[in-house]
């Protein structure tokens, strides 16, 4: 004998319901307060479990967005998904403690957990534990990294991350340079000298006292000598003698015949 329609349907929502209440009895943490919430929380970021402190994380500013804990959590949240590998929500969430408690006492830990995020925004576990040329990489990551910490700097100038983001800074800049380095390389062997010239400038200007200026300035006096344009090429080779007397791109240079 076939089942009446209406029968399998009124089954079907008696099944829907009782799931939808199962899954709401399974969740342990529906009736806890928010400091069982936050030590949960704090255990599981703590012993490195950060998807666990993401997901207590959560549901503490979820239900107690305004509580005693409030503050703390978000910043907690905000650490979390960094180490989480969630650099926009890592990123969103810092930027989140910053408008609402702009003068909490660790805002400035904030700024830096900005730069920590960007610092390291994109690099998978190839380029954390194998040699690769990081200049190779879109510099945006880094530029705003380079922001971000020289905001921090910026406000706090005494801040106990300042030093950590003064070494970080110096190590992007000398990665920047490195990278018009390589475009300008790139437009070199591309025979586009004007485009060559421009970036090798850029970079000395730009980014004056960085380990790349050598090279920019090898590329600018090539680019300018295949142009024809010996002064400003015989220029560029002054200065790289002068600053830089052993370096291999002085004979470069003069070994270059304009036919």
Not at 153 to 179: C, G, I, T
Not at 199 to 227: F, G, H
Request: contains cysteine; charged residues 25%.
């Amino acid at each position: 004998m076939p089942v009446p329609r209406s029968l399998i349907l009124v089954l079907v929502m008696v099944i829907s319901g009782c799931t939808y209440f199962d899954e709401k009895e399974d969740d342990p943490t529906e009736t806890w307060s928010a400091e069982r919430l936050y030590a949960e929380a704090k255990g599981a970021l703590d012993s490195g479990n950060y998807t666990r402190a993401v997901e207590y994380y959560e549901k503490l500013e979820g239900r107690f967005p305004f509580g005693v804990y409030g503050q703390q959590a978000l910043l907690d949240l905000s650490y979390a998904y960094y180490k989480n590998d969630d650099t926009d929500s890592a990123v969103s969430t810092a930027d989140r403690f910053i408008k609402l408690y702009p003068q909490n006492a660790h805002v400035d830990y904030a700024y830096y957990l900005k730069g920590l995020a960007n610092f390291n925004r994109g690099k998978g576990f190839t380029e954390r534990y194998l040699p690769l040329d990081a200049s190779q990489r879109d510099p945006s990551s880094a530029l705003h990294a380079f922001e971000d910490f020289n905001e921090l700097l910026r406000l706090f100038p005494e801040s106990e991350y300042a030093d950590d983001a003064k070494q970080r800074m110096v190590y992007l800049r000398n990665l920047l340079a490195e990278h018009e380095v390589d475009v300008a390389n790139y437009y070199m062997r591309r025979g586009a000298f004007v485009a060559t010239a421009n970036r090798a400038r850029y970079v000395i200007e730009k980014y004056p006292r960085t380990p790349s200026v050598p090279d920019a300035l090898v590329l600018m006096a090539k680019a300018y000598k295949v142009m024809e344009m010996d002064d400003l090429s015989a220029d560029a080779l002054r200065v790289l003698e002068l600053n830089y007397p052993n370096h291999p791109g002085i004979y470069e240079i003069k070994e270059i015949v304009v036919k």
